[in-house]
């Protein structure tokens, strides 16, 4: 093998919603033999058009947080 089994990636730019047909066409070339991920911008809003259009089997999220209450991590909208 080549040493490594995945590729992270944007599609040459710096969110991945905006690199979709690059990534689209690392899966088809990639062709099974390498998983490419999807990364840099995808969040819970973008992660569906994301994978339904490139044909991603995995994807790369950050853990950031909208909000704090005494270092606790709060859901999105939630005040407390």
């Known amino acids: 093998g080549l040493g490594f089994e995945r590729i992270l990636t944007s599609g040459l730019v710096s969110k991945a919603v905006q690199g979709k047909e690059v990534i689209k066409?690392?899966?088809h070339l990639a062709n099974g033999q390498l998983q490419i991920?999807?990364?840099a911008g995808v969040n819970?809003?973008?992660v569906q058009?994301?994978?339904?259009s490139t044909g991603v089997k995995?994807?790369?999220l950050s853990g950031k947080c909208t909000s704090k209450q005494n270092n606790v991590c709060l859901e999105r909208g939630n005040n407390g």
Do not use: D, L
């Open 58 to 60: 995995v994807v790369h």
């Open 25 to 27: 066409e690392m899966v």
């Open 49 to 52: 058009e994301i994978v339904q």
């Open 37 to 39: 991920m999807a990364g």
């Open 44 to 46: 819970a809003q973008n």
